[in-house]
Nanobody, 122 residues
Framework: QVQLVESGGGLVQAGGSLRLSCAASGRAFSDYGMGWFRQAPGKERQFVAAISRSGAVINYADSVKGRFTISRDNAKNTVYLQMNSLKPEDTAVYYC???????????????WGQGTQVTISS
């Protein structure tokens, strides 16, 4: 079992930055690929970024490439999402997910966090 707790969400103006954190507890963090996902009101949850167990492989959704950076610190059992140049359309609840494989996808996540709200004002 893995417990995930996100933090770092909030309200910022367009063009601003936020850094989300997801702290993991339970089974060995380094056994899991980690990902960030988001869900806006009335929309389906979508993939944002994912990082492999060692951090060597990273994927991003096209909508966030060049603006968001995913990273992990296996010593701290934490995965991060640095979000720069934020846009109103980035407004959503952001979730982290853990998958017992190389990279999580929207349909392959073993454990979810509870989510953190990110709101971008125009």
């Amino acid at each position: 079992q893995v417990q995930l707790v996100e933090s770092g969400g909030g309200l910022v103006q367009a063009g601003g930055s936020l850094r989300l954190s997801c702290a993991a507890s339970g089974r060995a963090f380094s056994d899991y690929g980690m990902g960030w996902f988001r869900q806006a009101p009335g929309k389906e949850r979508q993939f944002v970024a994912a990082i492999s167990r060692s951090g060597a492989v990273i994927n991003y959704a096209d909508s966030v490439k060049g603006r968001f950076t995913i990273s992990r610190d296996n010593a701290k059992n934490t995965v991060y999402l640095q979000m720069n140049s934020l846009k109103p359309e980035d407004t959503a609840v952001y979730y982290c997910g853990a998958a017992s494989g190389p990279l999580p996808t929207l349909y392959y996540v073993n454990y979810w966090g509870q989510g953190t709200q990110v709101t971008i004002s125009s």
